[in-house]
């Protein structure tokens, strides 16, 4: 393989560089996660970022159509023969004054970045399409990964469409919505599910692929943050590459955090932008690690010397207390970040912060959001429920400009939602209320009538 691309440890103290093709995604050396990195000097760079809109005139171009490969001049790590596309990345970045208005911000200052319109319904694809190009480029025959779904969907529809590989999907018992365990289902991948949580279920793929020589896909995997990378560059495109003051986005495995770091890192040092913006990383309040370690422990990436002994005490902590992540918001339920170095990188660059928010602040944040037009999974709320929380503290001026990040589609977790918006008590209870959410504060609730013209007639324009 080309030595225009390599990967490369995090760690500025230890800088091991390792080949391309490896799949093993630890430092030889030091143990520590790798970026994949580029030998800018000797690669062709882009002058300024309106380049790739030469792009949009060559949509009959498979790599060109889909929204991560027209920018694979920023992660030209793959041949274009060698890419896999299934047309993942047609999203879009939408005006919200609605949810403006709900978080305290002023009209035109606040964007939706919308990822449910990608094929499996959820952000992922643009990094499952980056890792699935680098497993065809090593000869990969199957692909895991542990999942709370999204992951698990991505992975699957990718194996289905190039009929290569097998997919084998680790999920945690109970751990999973039916909306996503569906897809992986039906598209062919072979699940199995262990006693346990995500956490649980990413400990033992790891293991598994190690010993059988299987393919990781779980954002341990560089490869997979090199397409999130692409999130970023369509918002800044779609803000006509103007740089926002703010990214808000839900913080689970922390892969978009980090991804979304190196993205505008590189952008940077690049000279295709002056600077960065904010990043405000969210998590679900039962899911808070990174919350806990960055703003009541002090945790800093610190030049690439993070305090390693306030993250073990950390997390023997968790082990001692077997204290377990327990959110309504499955897609972020994860108590141990793999991707906890790369994030603090992240916001040591960005000038970030984080925050938690409550499941019923992130369900009606939801419904807002629903309101406004664009349907979302709850953990993606947790962007907008952040982002009103740091309005509120005064740490995002109303005037500032944000983005939030919604990752997933409506659709991926369908029950939540109808729990929220039902007029049956016992339907609210049984999925809510034993998460401590006592009211929906926008619950849409159906209207009950008889069979009768006349009522239903009066209720229509009583209501509507």
């Known amino acids: ?52 809109e030469a792009k949009w005139s060559n949509r009959t171009h498979p790599l060109d159509f889909s929204g991560v490969w027209r920018f694979r001049e920023l992660f030209p790590f793959a041949p274009d023969e060698k890419i896999m596309t299934i047309g993942e990345g047609q999203t879009l970045c939408q005006r919200a004054d609605s949810v403006a208005a709900y978080c305290g911000m002023k009209p035109g200052t606040t964007y939706l970045q919308y990822e449910g319109m990608n094929p499996s ?36 529809i990718y194996c289905a469409a190039s009929q290569l590989m097998r997919a084998v999907i680790f999920i945690g018992s109970g751990k999973i919505s039916y909306g996503k365990l569906s897809q992986a289902l039906e598209h062919g991948a072979l699940t199995v599910q262990i006693a346990g949580d995500f956490d649980d279920a990413l400990r033992r793929v790891q293991e598994v692929s190690r010993q059988l020589g299987i393919y990781l896909v779980n954002s341990i995997n560089p490869f997979r943050l090199e397409g999130q990378k692409s999130v970023m560059l369509r ?58 370690l960055y703003e009541r422990n002090g945790v800093r990436w610190n030049g690439g010397q993070p305090d390693d002994r306030k993250i073990g005490v950390y997390m023997k ?25 790369k994030a603090l990188r992240a916001l040591e ?86 998460r401590g959410v006592r009211r929906a504060n926008f619950a849409n609730r159906a209207v009950q009538v008889p069979n009768d013209l006349t009522a239903i007639v009066q209720a229509i324009e009583l209501y509507a």
């Open 317 to 341: 902590y968790l082990d001692d207390a077997d204290k377990r992540a327990d959110t309504l918001a499955s897609a972020i339920e994860i108590n141990r970040p793999v991707n906890l170095p």
């Open 121 to 156: 319904g959820s952000f992922k694809d643009n990094g499952m399409t980056a890792a699935f190009t680098h497993a065809q480029m090593v000869g990969a025959r199957r692909a895991a990964c542990a999942s709370t779904g999204n992951t698990s969907a991505s992975l699957a």
């Open 235 to 292: 918002v800044l495109e779609a803000l006509r590459w103007e740089v926002p003051d703010w990214i808000v986005v839900p913080g689970g495995n922390l892969g978009n955090s980090s991804a979304f770091g190196k993205a505008f890192i590189e952008l940077t040092e690049l000279g295709l932008i002056a600077k960065p913006p904010r990043i405000a990383v969210i998590n679900a309040a039962g899911a808070d690690t990174f919350y806990q």
């Open 1 to 52: 393989m080309s030595d225009l691309a390599f990967q490369r440890c995090i760690h500025p103290h230890c800088g091991t560089t390792v080949d391309l093709a490896d799949t093993s995604f630890h430092c030889p050396k030091c143990g520590g996660l790798l970026d994949v990195a580029y030998d800018w000097n000797r690669l062709p760079v882009p002058t300024s970022l309106k380049h790739f």
């Open 349 to 434: 660059r960005c000038g970030g912060v984080v925050r938690e928010v409550t499941d019923a602040e992130m369900l009606d944040a939801k419904a807002k959001i629903g309101a406004g037009g664009l349907g979302c999974e709850p953990a993606s709320a947790a962007s907008v429920a952040g982002l009103q929380k740091l309005v509120r503290e005064g740490v995002i001026d109303p005037g500032e400009r944000a983005v939030c990040i919604l990752t997933a589609h409506l659709l991926k977790d369908p029950t939540a939602t109808v729990a929220y918006h039902s007029s049956d008590p016992k339907t609210f209870d049984d999925v809510l209320g034993k």
